[in-house]
């Protein structure tokens, strides 16, 4: 029970204190507290979105292979995108380790987990608020300033969330032509 608890206070800091807990997390050691950390929510996060899914599709298309598989996928590919991130911020002068970029992305998602389960609204607010959370998080963990911050993370977020709508856009509008296309050649 002493686990849980640590989870949840965690999580109630980074919530609500994020420049405070990141000032405590650089001296963790290592990755290991983030990476249970990580997967305690993250399972936390497809079970409230696996019931969601029941309640409002009464269970159709639930396959539990596929979370199981998907819940895997995510906790090691996860280590590609920190290794992405984590160039990023040394291009731009960041002094943070590996681990404290792994820190930074993992305790600044806890959003995400706990609202991406909320129909249309959880998924938006949970990624704006994971977003000021690593803004304020890179201040300590990278030592950029705010202004940096910002620009070295928000900016190419929003940037790769626009050009991700616009490609989505896309492919729905296009979609049909393709079709078509496929079904003429047959």
Known sequence: MEFVKEIVKKAKLVLTKPKIFFEGAK?????????????????????LQTLAAVVLQGGKGLNIPALVVVYILTLLLIFI?????????????????????????????????????????????????????????????????????????????????????????AFVALLPTFLMSAANQQ
Request: aromatic content about 14%; charged content about 10%.
């Open 27 to 47: 001296k963790e050691d290592g990755i290991k507290d983030a990476f249970i950390y990580y997967a305690v929510l993250s399972l936390v996060g497809t079970i």
């Open 81 to 169: 995108v920190i290794a992405i991130i984590h160039v990023w911020a040394k291009i731009f002068g960041g002094t943070g380790t590996f681990v404290n970029t792994y820190q930074l992305y993992v305790y600044s998602n806890t959003p995400k987990p706990l609202l991406n389960f909320i129909p249309i609204i959880g998924p938006l607010a949970g990624s704006i608020y994971a977003l000021v959370i690593f803004v304020i998080g890179g201040t300590v963990m990278h030592k950029f300033s705010m202004k940096k911050s910002i620009l070295v993370f928000a900016v190419p977020a929003v940037i790769i969330t626009l050009l991700s709508i616009i490609l989505a856009f």
